[in-house]
């Protein structure tokens, strides 16, 4: 019988630590999440069934350490030459159980990469905060601050808007930064945030990236408030919601870096989140893989097993030999940001361009086939006990984050023919 690990991935640049790593999220996964996923999504406000899981993951596993050193704690990934395939295989076993667990797992770390990866490590910072992170089981939910009620494409558009519609203001007083701004959808909000990273300017309208600033921000300071979150068509794990900053104060050293250097790494950590997210769509998409091999082993057509029939397997090949091309594209993609010794830095436009290029590549190809798979199920393809409607609904709404499909073209096409005006 397959199962899914007859899909390939590149054994040549697995890390290390993928023997021990794989079985754990996919032992985690397969007791804590996959038996009582159908019922997240009625759970998307309280997060009473959706909170131990995710406690579990990354307060008792210490899953939320993986980026600290060593020696405050962590688990010292943000140094590893493995850092993102690591990721990578993480964000594929969450994704096989429930991808906006995934996403809201992983964007506990993902603010933190702007202070914990090399080369641009902030020592001070992670100093800081490894307490919060690694002195507890408690879960704890990070959070990037980026999108604005007037576009969140914009502000992610740095190469070509640097910053110059950020309304979100920081105003150096004395020692200390304060913070004033309405920010919308970040993950790991609607209540739930314990430390924000929030994208803000110290000169509204300026085109000089030295203006973009990255300000880490304790989710309980006074003038802090965090909405309710939002009730949403999937992804109910992933809490979003409205925040606002009055007069918040923080001390000038929350800043990531300084001018010039807050532009590139949050530049740096969307093109990350571009590429590790694909693990998102090929672990939804081995998840299917094994519905499928269900339905079409168990449902009769003219009294042969459905698999047998000639149109259907052109559709049962259509999803497979997508699935394979993701999952390698996938993993290279990690790769790729593993190794910018190879490929160049990760922040640069040619980086933030291929892996622009290769999560919009990919989540068209998903939602193709997974259209094709729910004809083929028909009903079934519909009904929640199947759980393809679910991983249907989320995989949808994981194209519409990071600026959505278009600012991947945009930014796609701008490196690839040197557009000047995109
Ligand atoms: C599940 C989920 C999780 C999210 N998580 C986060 C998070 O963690 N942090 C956060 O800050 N935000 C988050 N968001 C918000 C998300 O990043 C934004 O919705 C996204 O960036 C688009 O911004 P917008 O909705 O303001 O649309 P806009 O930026 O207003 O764009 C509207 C439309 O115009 C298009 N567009 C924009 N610019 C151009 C252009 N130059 N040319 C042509 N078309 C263009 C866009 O593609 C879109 O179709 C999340 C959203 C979702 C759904």
């Given at each position: 019988m397959r199962t899914i690990d007859d899909i390939t991935r590149p054994l040549d640049y697995l890390p290390p630590a993928a023997q021990i790593l794989s079985p754990i999220i996919r032992n985690w996964a397969d007791n804590e999440v996959i038996p009582y996923r159908r019922q997240f999504d009625e759970d998307w406000e309280d997060h009473t069934l959706i909170h131990p899981p995710g406690k579990k993951l990354l307060g008792e596993y210490g899953i939320q350490k993986l980026l600290f050193p060593v020696d405050l704690g962590g688990m010292g990934f943000g140094e590893s030459d493995y850092a993102f395939t690591s990721m990578f295989i993480l964000g594929e076993e969450m994704a096989r159980a429930d991808s906006g667990l995934?996403?809201?797992?992983?964007?506990?770390?993902?603010?933190?990469?702007?202070?914990?990866?090399?080369?641009?490590?902030?020592?001070?910072l992670l100093e800081e905060f490894a307490p919060l992170y690694c002195n507890?089981?408690?879960?704890?939910?990070?959070?990037?601050?980026?999108?604005?009620?007037?576009?969140?494409?914009?502000?992610?558009?740095?190469?070509?808007?640097?910053?110059?519609?950020?309304?979100?203001?920081?105003?150096?007083d004395g020692d200390e930064w304060v913070i004033n701004g309405h920010k919308l959808w970040p993950s790991n909000t609607g209540g739930m945030a314990d430390l924000l990273v929030v994208v803000c300017?110290?000169?509204?309208?300026?085109?000089?990236?030295?203006?973009?600033?990255?300000i880490f921000v304790p989710g309980?300071?006074?003038?802090?408030?965090?909405?309710?979150?939002?009730?949403?068509?999937?992804?109910?794990c992933d809490k979003n919601g409205d925040v606002w900053l009055e007069n918040v104060r923080v001390p000038l050293w929350y800043r990531a870096h300084g001018p010039g250097k807050d532009a590139l790494f949050f530049l740096d950590i969307i093109?990350?989140?571009?590429?590790?997210?694909?693990?998102?769509?090929?672990?939804?998409?081995?998840?299917?893989?094994?519905?499928?091999?269900?339905?079409?082993?168990?449902?009769?057509l003219h009294g042969r097993p459905l698999k047998e029939n000639d149109a259907v397997a052109g559709v049962l090949a259509d999803y497979t030999a997508t699935l394979e091309v993701i999952r390698i594209v996938g993993y290279q993609a990690a790769r790729m940001l593993d190794r910018s010794d190879l490929y160049g830095e990760r922040w640069s436009p040619e980086m933030m361009a291929k892996m622009r290029s290769y999560r919009y590549f990919t989540m068209d190809r998903c939602l193709d086939v997974m259209g094709k798979v729910m004809n083929l199920m028909e009903a079934y393809g519909a009904d929640r006990d199947r759980d393809i409607e679910k991983h249907w609904r989320d995989i949808k709404m994981n194209q519409l984050w990071l600026g959505g499909k278009q600012l991947c073209q945009i930014e796609a096409a701008r490196w690839f023919f040197e557009c000047e005006t995109l």
């Open positions: 995934a996403v809201g797992l992983g964007v506990t770390l993902w603010p933190l990469m702007s202070i914990a990866l090399k080369p641009h490590v902030n020592r001070r507890t089981t408690e879960m704890i939910s990070g959070a990037l601050c980026m999108t604005e009620p007037q576009g969140g494409a914009d502000i992610e558009n740095v190469e070509l808007l640097k910053g110059s519609t950020i309304q979100t203001t920081a105003v150096r300017t110290t000169n509204p309208g300026s085109r000089d990236p030295a203006d973009v600033t990255l309980d300071l006074p003038g802090v408030t965090q909405s309710g979150p939002y009730e949403k068509a999937g992804m109910a093109s990350i989140a571009s590429g590790v997210t694909i693990s998102f769509t090929s672990g939804m998409m081995m998840n299917v893989y094994e519905r499928l091999l269900e339905f079409v082993n168990e449902t009769k």
